[in-house]
C-alpha cells in the first residue's frame, strides 16, 4: 500500500514486488476529489499524471477525505506520540480499514 503522489514509490516498488512474489496484492491510496487538503498526494483523475504512473498496476485503489486523513493525523499524535503529515495518515486510514480495524 502506497499512497499515489508522483507515483515512483508505488510504481517502481509495486513492479520489484511482483517480480518476487507476482501474486501481491498492491493496492494505491488518493485523496477522494480533486479538491483536497492531503499535500503530497494527487487525486489521479483530475492532475497532470506522472509519466511514470502504471494505472493497471493496482489491484485497488483507496481514496480518503481530507477530513478523514487529519483525524487520523491527530489521533496518532495524542495516541502514538507519532507526528505524521496528512498523507502518510492517509495511508495509515486506508491500512486500518482494509485490516478491519
Known amino acids: 500500500m502506497a499512497g499515489l503522489g508522483t507515483s515512483g514509490t508505488f ?29 503530497g498526494l494527487k487525486h489521479m483523475g483530475s ?8 494505472p493497471e498496476l493496482a489491484n485497488e485503489t483507496l481514496t480518503v477525505e481530507t477530513e478523514e486523513a487529519h483525524a ?5 499524535a495524542r495516541e502514538e506520540g507519532l507526528l505524521i503529515g496528512p498523507s ?14
Open 11 to 39: 510504481t517502481g516498488a509495486g513492479r520489484r514486488l511482483r517480480e518476487y512474489r507476482p501474486g501481491i496484492q498492491l493496492l494505491a491510496v488518493q485523496p477522494d476529489s480533486p479538491l483536497h487538503g492531503l499535500e
Open 72 to 76: 487520523m493525523a491527530r489521533r496518532l
Open 88 to 101: 502518510a495518515a492517509a495511508n495509515v486510514a486506508a491500512a486500518l480499514r482494509v485490516a478491519g480495524a
Open 47 to 54: 492532475a497532470i499524471v506522472p509519466g511514470i504512473y502504471d
